[in-house]
Structure formats: C-alpha cells, structure tokens
C-alpha cells in the first residue's frame, strides 16, 4: 500500500509500504496512481516527495506477480512511471536503502533523485533474465550516457549513491536523514520549470564510433553470456535508446521484453532467486530449523593444514574481522603459506577498497596454538587416517565446547566425530577451490550434529560471503555424489568413440563454465586416482578386455587411471585430457597423442568408435547425475530440490539460466527424463546409475508436479522408506 501526508506545508509526501522491500505489487502501483493524482491536484501542493518505508526505497518490481501473466493485475508501471515524469509539480525521489530495477525505474521517472550515503542503486533486471523494462533502458543512457548505462544494465551490478553521484544518476547525497533533506530540496525547486528534467525529452549523449562500441560490448556479453538471451536483449535495448527517438526505443523495449518475460531462462532465473532465499531456511531431519536454533558467536578461528584450501579459508575467515590461528605442520609449506595468504589478503583488500586483515592472523607450526579458539576447520590431506588422527588431538588440545569442522570433500564426518569427545559438536565445511572466492559452502551434519553448531556455521558462512547450504552426511555430500555418475559418463563417452573436445563443448554450449575434462585437468586427474586406488580400485596397466572394465560388478572406466600412469595429472604436469604450454599454464589444446592413445585402448579392449552426438552427451552425464540427484532427495540428503540446484550454480559452474540440474529436470518434462533414463539402462546394464531411480517415477507417476510441489511426494516417499 501507499501512505499520502502533506509536509512542510506544501510538500506531498508519498510513501511506498509493501514489506519486505516495498516492491512494485498491484496494490502499491494503485497506492501510487491515486496519491500522485491526489498530490498534483491539490493546489496547495507545489511539490512532490516519494519515498518508502523501513529504510527501504524500493526493490522494483513484485517478481512473485511475474510466475503468470494473470497474476499482473492493477496499473501497469509504464504509464504510471509517464504519469510522473510529465507532473506540472516537481516530484524528487527520496532513496534510502535501495533503489533496484522498477524501483529506480520510478526514481528515474522522478524529476529529481536524492540518496542517502549509504544506498545502493542498480538495475539488476538481467540476473533475473530479463531487461529494465519500465523505461529503464531507455532513461538511463540518456541520463549518464550508453558506456556506463550498458555497464549497469547488461551486468545487472549494484553501485553506491557515491558512484550514482559521480555519474549524474543521483542530484545529491544525504548522509543523514534522506527524506527530510528530498523535503528540504522539494520546497527549494517548487514553481521551477521542469523542461530540463524529464529524461525521456534528453537525447542520449553522443559516443565517438557507436558501431564499432556496441560491436565490442556484444561480442564480449555473447562470451561472458554462456548461452543467456537476457545480457544480449539489454545491449540490444540500450542500441535502441541510442539510436531511436523515445517511443520507438519504448516500443523495442517492450517487445524485447515481451521475448524474455515468457522465456524458460527467466523462469529458471526466478527460480533460483528464491531458491537462493529457500536455502537459507535450513532445516534437519530432527525437525532442528533455522528459526529455532541459536547460534553463539565466534571471535576465534584456527585452521588446521595451509595447503590450497587451507589458505584461501583462512583469508576468507579474516576477512570477516576474526582473529585466526593458522596451523602447518610442514616448515616449506609454512613458509609459501605465510607469503601466499598474505598476497591474496592484499589482493582483497585492493578488490573491495576494504582496509588489510593481516593483524588478525597468527601463524603457528602446532596444534597447541588452538588451545582457546571457538571454532576449527581441519584442511589436512584428504587421508581418513591422517584425519582421525588430527580430530583426536583437536578434541584433546582445544578447550570443552570449541566446534570442530572438516573440510573433507568425501569422507565420512560421523567417523571423524565419533574420534572425539563431544561428537555433537563437529561438522563438514566443504568449501570449494579457491575457498575466499568460490561462494558455496555445503555444511555437512550428522545425525548428532548438534543445532547450535549448524546455526554457527551457516551464520559464519554468510558472514564470509557464501552461500550455505546445509546437507546431511554420505559419501561425496551433495555436489560430488552427483558428479561421480556425470563424470563415468564423460569416461565411458571417451571409450566409445568420443573425444575430450566433443565433450567439453556440448558441456560448454550447454552453458557450463567448463566441460567435465577441463575441470579435472584444473583440478588434477592425481586426486581421485588417489581415492580410486586408497578403495582398491585400480589395476596396473588398466587390464584387458570386458573384464577390465567391470569393477565391483559395476562398469569401470580405467583411463583415469591409464593417464595418471603416464604422468599426466592436468595443468599442473602441462598434459592431461589436453596439453598446456608448460605445468602450471591454462590454455587447454587438443593433444594428438590423445588420438592414438584412445584408438590403442579401444582396440586393446575390443571397442568400436562410433559417432556420439552431443545431445547424447548431454543426457548421459546430464541425466546420470539428476538421477543421483533424486536419489540424493530419496535419503533425505538435500531437504529439497532447491538446496541441489543452488549447490550445482554456486559451486559447479552449472548455469544458472538453467535453473540447476532438478529445475533442469523439470523444465524437459521429468517423463522425458524418465524415458531417456530407461532407454540407456537398457542399453547399459552394467551402469546402474543410469537405473531410474524410484523418486523419479513416483514424481512422474504423480502426473510430474512443478519442482515447488516436490517436497510433498518427497515426504511420501521417505515415510514409506
Ligand atoms: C532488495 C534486495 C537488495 C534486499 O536484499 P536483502 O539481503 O536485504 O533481503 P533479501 O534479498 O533476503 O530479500 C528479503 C525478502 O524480500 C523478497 N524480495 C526481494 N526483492 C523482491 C522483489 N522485487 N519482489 C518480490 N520479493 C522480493 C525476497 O524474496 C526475500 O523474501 P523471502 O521470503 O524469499 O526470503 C534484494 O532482495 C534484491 O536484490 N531484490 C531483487 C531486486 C530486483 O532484482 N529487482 C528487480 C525486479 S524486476 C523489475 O523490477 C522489472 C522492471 O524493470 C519492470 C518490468 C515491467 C514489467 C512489464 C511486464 C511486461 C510483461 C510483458 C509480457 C508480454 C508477454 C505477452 O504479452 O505475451
Ligand atoms: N583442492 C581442492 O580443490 C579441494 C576442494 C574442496 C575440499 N578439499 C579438501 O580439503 C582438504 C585439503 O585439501 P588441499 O587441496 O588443500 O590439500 P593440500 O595437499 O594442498 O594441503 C594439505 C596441507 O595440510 C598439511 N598438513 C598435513 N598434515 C597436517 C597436520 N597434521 N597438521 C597441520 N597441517 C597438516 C600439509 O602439509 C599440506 O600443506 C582435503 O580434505 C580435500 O579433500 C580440497
């Protein structure tokens, strides 16, 4: 709703109230029709002030109202946003807090724009897949121009009212109280004339070499875009305010939008907005919730082990403000740590403009130095032994109720937890490489993983800037369960016929950051032939014929293994699935050796190449791992499809215009899923990944409900388990 009062005697002050952030819904947009017409025709109005409530201006359009046309009643926001602009009265805009998408729409409709110092402004339509469609694209390239309009449009990026300022977006900056200082600024400007202030009138100021300008920004959208529609129609809208008359740019706006409101991107996108929400709303099969469970803060830290991940958590802890206690055993390693946390420290801090964290680190070369922290992440070698080990003296060196995480990214947190005195007290933090910069953080809990501790650990991940996802504990959690069956696909690809390229790029075009074999080469082919022999898996030589390539009655892939023989671990050895100029490097090239290297093992193995297409590509690894990722819903692993989609974009480089792989699911149709699983089983027996699996067919049997309603045939399922 909208509140109405006159102030100062002849200042109309309308204020938008619609909790959580005063967006755009129905009743907010007649609020303002109504107050606007009654402002303008009350003689003793001479100006105009709109603000919102809380704190908040507004966070633009109610993207709930966006799940179906018929939910889009009430007036539209264009002809209300027109409404303002042409007002014979000046109207000025009053931002605190935020002004995003519609709701800088609105303040750009305003005559004039005041925000307080602490407010954010952006247009951030296009995370959302869609294009500030208000008037957005066409006001604000003629208000700061079209370089910096296509920066903030096409990236969707909040800036501060100080970077407003200096653009020309916002006319002042308050730093205390903004509606006053719009009150203040109302009264001085009324009876002025307002030609001058009605953006749609300006022309869009010039740029040398236009052409040339949009050529370059597209060509760079369409390779950051990976395969999104919404970066490309924001370009386009901006090249129509720059080259078109107002209406017709308004006309280009509304029909690219008209493409990109009704397309499954924007759904998927949508999606997981909330889903992103959803996930902070953890709760555990004990029926422990967020809004039940408390916390205790942490002013102390420890990090056990400065290897890869152990230095990028460490910064990430310190740049929250701890104080953290930096623990490697081995002297070479302490030392590269000390320099190597300190440069990434300084890097940060050059990024964000915020002041250095180094004071808050101590360095030590033993476990005695966390005697009196509040909280430790164990980031030792991914050795079961060597792990219980260091829980052992953990639980006897740190005093009683300090919280001991691991950052395991397999092995079983309940082992690890029964190695110590108060098991309640330790779960998995499975951050994710470069651990200060990735933004997922699965935290893995027990069944006697204590509330208190998830309450803990999930506020400390939002704090670091992550996005928690709490998972219950079985091998590989959420995210590399699911990978294992994608991966074996990609292996057993390769064996038939297929090439690491051929993979990768159906991978990419799907819209992955990388294909399945650039993200082992990044990550070293060492680590899980490590694993694979630690469970006895590997055979020397690979072996030969059909036999070799079953393990444990299951197929087998053994080139994993075959490579890793040979030496070639990925980037770090300079060749793997492709070849780098030297270790170390990242530009992955096709290898010819791997031509010969796969024509010998298949005919060592008796296998004929054949053609695989890319949409086999696509549903063997795509579909294997969804199906993993019923199966993890089945156990109760995840507590909803949301908490796997928001693991896979954050963590996987899944993209995110997809949805994640369940909402993935959900949009080819899940009887589609099914059909193609069963099709490939039969195919494969020896793959029982590809078996569907039961969840699947009882959602399908369920006449397939939309991926917010799963929850409800999940529930069903468990209680017959
Ligand atoms: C605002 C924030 C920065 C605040 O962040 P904060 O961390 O403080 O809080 P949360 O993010 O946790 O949010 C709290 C709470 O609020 C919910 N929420 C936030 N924003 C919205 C919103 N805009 N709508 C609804 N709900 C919102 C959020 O979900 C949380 O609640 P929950 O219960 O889930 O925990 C931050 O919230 C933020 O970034 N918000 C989003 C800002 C944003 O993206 N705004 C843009 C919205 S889209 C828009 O404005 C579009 C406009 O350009 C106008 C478009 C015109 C429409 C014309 C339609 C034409 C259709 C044509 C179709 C033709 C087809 C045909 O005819 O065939
Ligand atoms: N590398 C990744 O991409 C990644 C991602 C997520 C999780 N993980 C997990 O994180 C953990 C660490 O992996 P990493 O890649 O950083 O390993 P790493 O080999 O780079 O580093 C491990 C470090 O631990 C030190 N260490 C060994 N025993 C110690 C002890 N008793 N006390 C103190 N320090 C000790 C080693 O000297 C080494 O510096 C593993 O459990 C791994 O599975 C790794």
Same mark, same amino acid.
């Given at each position: ?13 309308? =204020? ?14 007649? *609020?303002?029709? #109504? ?5 303008? +025709? ?45 007002? #014979? ?85 308050? #730093? ?9 600024? &109302?009264?001085?400007? &009324?009876?002025? +004339? ?21 050529? !370059? ?81 942490? $002013? ?9 991940? /152990? ?15 930096? @623990? ?29 964290? $180094? ?6 070369? %033993? ?40 950052? =395991? ?8 937890? %029964? ?10 933090? $499975? ?24 309450? @803990? ?10 996005? %928690? ?9 959420? *995210? ?66 059909? +036999? ?38 990242? #530009? ?46 089945? !156990? ?23 949805? /994640? ?17 069963? $099709? ?32 409800? @045939?999940?529930?069903? @399922?468990?209680?017959?388990?």
């Amino acid at each position: 709703m909208t509140q109405y009062s006159r102030v100062s005697g002849s200042v109309g002050l309308i =204020t938008l109230k619609n909790p959580p952030v005063n967006q755009l819904s129905a009743v907010v947009r007649h *609020g303002i029709v #109504d107050t606007v017409q009654k402002a303008l +025709s009350d003689p003793k109005v001479k100006s105009v002030v709109i603000c919102g409530q809380n704190g908040m201006f507004c966070g633009g359009a109610d993207i709930k109202e966006f799940q179906t046309l018929a939910n889009m009643r009430g007036p539209p926001l264009i002809p209300m946003i027109h409404s303002i602009e042409a007002a #014979d009265k000046p109207v000025v805009a009053a931002i605190e807090g935020g002004a995003f998408g519609g709701g800088l729409e609105l303040a750009l409709g305003c005559h004039y724009r005041i925000a307080h110092s602490k407010a954010k402004v952006g247009l951030p339509e296009v995370t959302l897949g869609l294009l500030p469609a208000a008037g957005g694209s066409q006001r604000l390239p003629r208000l700061i121009g079209v370089p910096a309009a296509l920066s903030l449009i096409t990236t969707g990026r909040h800036i501060t009212a100080a970077e407003a300022l200096q653009l020309g977006l916002v006319d002042q900056v308050a #730093d205390h109280n903004t509606v006053d200082a719009a009150v203040k600024f &109302a009264l001085s400007v &009324a009876g002025q +004339s307002l030609d001058a202030r009605r953006i749609s009138n300006f022309q869009c100021p010039p740029v040398p070499n236009m052409d040339a300008l949009f050529e !370059d920004v597209m060509q760079k959208v369409r390779t950051t875009a990976r395969g999104a529609i919404a970066p490309i129609a924001c370009v386009q809208a901006v090249r129509a305010a720059a080259t078109l008359p107002y209406t017709q740019g308004m006309q280009r706006e509304k029909e690219l939008m008209a493409t990109l409101f009704t397309s499954g991107q924007a759904r998927a996108l949508q999606y997981c907005f909330f889903a992103q929400r959803v996930v902070g709303r953890w709760s555990m099969p004990s029926g422990a919730r967020w809004d039940t469970s408390k916390g205790r803060p942490i $002013h102390k830290a420890a990090v056990i082990g400065l290897g890869t991940m /152990g230095r990028g958590i460490t910064v990430a802890l310190a740049q929250t403000g701890l104080s953290v206690v930096a @623990v490697e055993t081995q002297e070479k390693q302490f030392m590269e740590a000390k320099k190597a946390v300190s440069n990434m420290l300084e890097r940060g801090a050059k990024r964000s403009g915020k002041p250095l964290a $180094h004071g808050k680190i101590t360095y030590s070369q %033993s476990l005695q130095a966390v005697a009196d922290v509040d909280l430790v992440i164990e980031a030792v070698f991914e050795d079961m032994g060597l792990k219980k080990k260091v829980f052992q003296q953990l639980s006897a060196v740190c005093k009683p109720g300090t919280f001991l995480c691991t950052n =395991t990214s397999t092995l079983d947190v309940d082992e690890l937890a %029964s190695q110590t005195h108060q098991p309640e007290l330790v779960v998995g933090m $499975h951050f994710f490489a470069p651990a200060h910069i990735m933004k997922l953080l699965e935290v893995v809990y027990g069944p006697r993983s204590s509330p208190e501790l998830v309450a @803990v650990v999930m506020e400390l991940g939002k704090k670091m800037g992550k996005v %928690s996802v709490a998972v219950g504990n079985c091998r590989g959690f959420v *995210g590399n369960r699911m990978l294992k069956p994608y991966r074996d696909q990609a292996y057993f690809l390769l064996e038939e016929g297929a090439t690491p390229q051929l993979i990768d790029q159906a991978l990419e075009e799907f819209g992955f950051a990388m294909g399945a074999f650039k993200v082992s080469d990044l990550s070293g082919l060492d680590v899980g032939w490590k694993v694979r022999k630690e469970e006895g898996l590997v055979q020397p030589g690979g072996g030969s014929g059909k +036999s070799a390539r079953i393990r444990n009655g299951v197929r087998y892939s053994p080139l994993g293994d075959l490579m890793c023989e040979q030496g070639r671990f990925g980037q770090k050895t300079g060749r793997g699935w492709y070849q780098y100029d030297k270790p170390g490097s990242r #530009d992955a090239r096709p290898d010819p050796w791997m031509h010969s290297f796969l024509e010998e093992y298949r005919a060592r193995h008796g296998l004929v190449a054949r053609r695989i297409s890319n949409q086999e590509v696509l549903e063997r690894c795509l579909y294997a791992m969804i199906n993993e990722g019923f199966r993890v819903l089945e !156990d109760g692993i995840a507590a909803g499809p949301e908490d796997i989609d928001i693991i896979y974009v954050f963590g996987y480089g899944w993209p995110r215009h997809r949805g /994640g792989p369940m909402f993935y699911a959900n949009m080819v149709g899940l009887e589609i899923v099914l059909e193609r699983l069963e $099709h490939y089983a039969q195919a494969n027996p020896d793959m029982p990944t590809l078996q569907p699996c039961s969840l699947l067919r009882k959602l399908v049997a369920s006449g397939s409900p939309p991926v917010n309603k799963w929850k409800e @045939v999940i529930k069903n @399922v468990r209680s017959q388990l």
